[in-house]
């Protein structure tokens, strides 16, 4: 079986018409079944174009059969085929979560969920910057709702402060994506293949778009503003956005890079240390946090900046390691941001001073959540070992100063890490059994603090979601010798990039 290229589209527009069906047909059954199927089919399509691409590493499709250059190119090569596997995977689980919760339950919620899921998807397949400026407002448009969902005045607040960074963010894209034009005549990807490496006014545009995409991947001294908004959604919210915002500029970073510089870019330097204090400070401010959510935010910044070790570094070892480093980190903080929100919606607060003794009271939560915690810190066996492991020895095997840098920075975020993670471990899950807990309120979201009844426990329906993506984690361990050598295709495709260009332009 085959993925038609013609069908490339499909994945994008799908998702957005069943939006638009859903606002017209409210029906309870037909909302939560087609939240549940998108990110499936999504899921699904992701892996046959695996299958498809050991065969046949790109396929494109012009849309409307004009010709290349002038039609809207979607375009699917091994990098994109599994960042959409893999975000449809964390997704699942993220809305799978939410129906759990309830939240699905809320007016639009739905049909914004699989507006967004048609953007990224739409991001991850288009061969054309204007058309990837569009497919990211597609993304975000549905997030400005989506981050103030429950309503609540303090949410409301924080959505105004996500709007706006996003809204500055995406006319900074723009202005980006219009200068590349003016320099270039084109946007189509593929045209773009090297044109930065000896033009400086196509490398200063070109850095344009590569600021706007490192301001919403939150890169170091510009992600004030996501641990500052993301805590203050909701716990299946923040994990559905962990898992798709960043990750998007994260590929766009890694696909516009590659191609366009087809090597490193004059201003490398100024991208080595802007990922050196990505690492180093989401890595420290996680000891300054007293509530899971935020710590995690924090940890989510310090990840950011170890998938950016594969760019400043630019060896196909190094590029490998950072994707492999990405796809762990997608699965790996949605476990985390999940679980979380279990403890939560249970116990209704994620402080550290107001939890206590988990482990004896919710074992397998605890089992779980800990298992995870060595993927974030990199100890075996989870995926995160492999990260680890593959940035340290692709920055070892570098050999330039740069390397060295981040091989020291990476060891010294991983102590950390490991320190502030036992904090909130120490917090969490050891002490002395927990007395009181502040459960729903009908009329003000959450009620004071009362005793504990001893049947009050996680239930499997809210730990399964994050329990599922922990368990994948365990798989990625075992079957990296699966897994790997996707990597490394991927990888090699952003290296040498004429079969990309070959594939669009014919």
Request: aromatic share 8%; charged share 10%.
């Amino acid at each position: 079986m085959t993925f038609p290229a013609a069908a490339l589209p499909l994945l994008m527009g799908g998702p957005l018409l069943l939006a638009g069906l859903l606002v017209v047909v409210r029906q309870a059954l037909l909302e939560r079944i087609l939240l549940l199927a998108v990110p499936l089919v999504s899921l699904a399509s992701g892996i046959l174009l695996l299958l498809q691409h050991r065969s046949e590493p790109v396929l494109a499709h012009q849309v409307g059969g004009y010709v290349p250059g002038v039609a809207i190119p979607f375009v699917s090569d091994t990098l994109a085929a599994l960042m959409i596997t893999v975000t449809a995977t964390a997704a699942l689980a993220c809305v799978s979560f939410l129906t759990a919760t309830g939240e699905d339950r809320y007016r639009f919620v739905p049909p914004l969920i699989l507006m967004m899921l048609g953007g990224v998807n739409g991001a991850f397949l288009t061969g054309d910057l204007f058309n990837f400026f569009v497919m990211v407002e597609v993304m975000v448009l549905p997030s400005y709702a989506l981050i103030a969902v429950t309503g609540t005045w303090r949410r409301l607040g924080i959505g105004r402060t996500f709007v706006v960074v996003n809204l500055l963010t995406s006319g900074l894209l723009v202005l980006g994506v219009g200068l590349v034009y003016g320099t270039t005549g084109t946007v189509n990807i593929a045209e773009l293949a090297g044109a930065a490496a000896d033009r400086p006014m196509v490398a200063v545009a070109t850095a344009v778009v590569l600021l706007a995409m490192a301001i919403k991947a939150a890169v170091v001294p510009v992600h004030g503003w996501l641990p500052q908004t993301y805590p203050a959604t909701s716990a299946g919210i923040m994990a559905l956005f962990s898992a798709l915002h960043t990750k998007v500029a994260l590929y766009a970073i890694y696909r516009v890079y590659s191609t366009v510089f087809e090597g490193a870019a004059p201003w490398a330097l100024v991208l080595t240390l802007l990922v050196a204090l990505s690492i180093v400070v989401g890595a420290y401010s996680t000891f300054g946090e007293h509530i899971m959510r935020r710590a995690l935010a924090w940890q989510m910044v310090a990840g950011v900046g170890h998938i950016l070790v594969g760019v400043v570094l630019f060896t196909e070892v190094a590029l490998a390691a950072g994707l492999f480093y990405m796809l762990h980190h997608i699965v790996t903080m949605a476990s985390l941001l999940l679980l979380s929100g279990a403890i939560e919606q249970t116990y209704g607060s994620g402080r550290y001073e107001r939890l206590s003794g988990l482990m004896h009271r919710d074992g397998w939560v605890a089992i779980w959540y800990a298992f995870v915690l060595l993927s974030l810190v990199g100890i075996p066996p989870s995926a995160g070992f492999f990260g680890k492991l593959g940035l340290i020895t692709s920055s070892a095997s570098a050999g330039t100063w740069e390397g060295w840098l981040m091989l020291t920075l990476v060891l010294v975020a991983a102590v950390a890490s490991l320190i502030a993670m036992q904090r909130l471990w120490a917090g969490v899950f050891w002490g002395p059994p927990m007395e009181t807990y502040r459960p729903d309120s009908p009329r003000t979201g959450r009620g004071r603090s009362v005793p504990l009844p001893d049947d009050v426990r996680v239930t499997r329906t809210l730990m399964a979601p994050g329990a599922v993506l922990a368990a994948l984690q365990l798989a990625m361990f075992l079957g990296a010798g699966l897994l790997l050598p996707l990597v490394r295709r991927a990888a090699e495709g952003l290296v040498d990039t004429a079969p990309y260009v070959e594939a669009v332009l014919g």
